[in-house]
Antibody, heavy 120, light 106 residues
Framework: EVRLVQSGAEVKKPGESLKISCEAS????????IAWVRQMPGQGLEWMGL????????RYSPSFQGQVTLSADKSTSTAYLQWSSLKASDTAMYYC??????????????WGQGTVVTVS | DNQMTQSPSSLSASVGDSVTITCQAS??????LNWYQQKPGKAPQLLIF???NLEAGVPSRFSGSGSGTDFTFTISSLQPEDVATYYC?????????FGQGTRLEI
């Protein structure tokens, strides 16, 4: 079974750093992009960026460029989203997702369960 | 960025009704459009890819059509479990962009 399992909820203070994870199983982790999507409380979905674990090629949304860092560890099949200095406005649910096709960015048909980040 | 404009932002319908949501792209995206369903407290689920293709396991009452800049999503016979927010999303170019969502109530 193809699965993405995300790390647990986090409560942080402004200015702290944070790294959340998305562990993949059931497929070849290196061959599929992983996307990160933010959903602020009561709001819609926002694409943050993509990482291709095979070569760590990374693409960021302009809205998130410089605000977060995406990374991936092929040895543990885990993708990461990190902040160096959190703001209250980073409070949100964060999802990782995998597209249908290897090396493609088409429909995201596998999603993690989400990680709630609260900054207060 | 390719802006995706969904309408309506919310709608209320009855069991058995047919409902339609529209999504308009600010630039031509060919058929590179997906539709997702998000139930409260859950991760989004892919329903339709490439504008009109039904994802495996998704009931056939869901359908999509369109190309270029104008797209529609239809639920042909509304069921109680269809209460959710629906999003369109383009993948013709980066940044990937979502519509603002349509909240469906029954």
């Amino acid at each position: 079974e193809v699965r993405l399992v995300q790390s647990g909820a986090e409560v942080k203070k402004p200015g702290e750093s944070l790294k959340i994870s998305c562990e993949a199983s059931g497929y070849s982790f290196s061959n599929y992009w992983i996307a990160w999507v933010r959903q602020m409380p009561g709001q819609g979905l926002e694409w943050m960026g993509l990482i291709y674990p095979g070569d760590s090629d990374t693409r960021y949304s302009p809205s998130f460029q410089g605000q977060v860092t995406l990374s991936a560890d092929k040895s543990t099949s885990t993708a990461y989203l990190q902040w160096s200095s959190l703001k209250a406005s980073d409070t949100a649910m964060y999802y990782c997702a995998r597209p249908q096709s290897p090396a493609g960015t088409d429909g995201f048909n596998v999603w993690g369960q989400g990680t709630v980040v609260t900054v207060s | 960025d390719n802006q995706m404009t969904q309408s309506p932002s919310s709608l209320s319908a009855s069991v058995g009704d047919s409902v339609t949501i529209t999504c308009q792209a600010s630039q031509d995206i060919s058929n590179f459009l997906n539709w997702y369903q998000q139930k409260p407290g859950k991760a989004p689920q892919l329903l339709i890819f490439e504008a009109s293709n039904l994802e495996a396991g998704v009931p056939s009452r869901f359908s999509g059509s369109g190309s270029g800049t104008d797209f529609t999503f239809t639920i042909s016979s509304l069921q109680p479990e269809d209460v959710a927010t629906y999003y369109c999303q383009q993948y013709e170019n980066l940044p990937l962009t979502f519509g603002q969502g349509t909240r469906l109530e029954i």
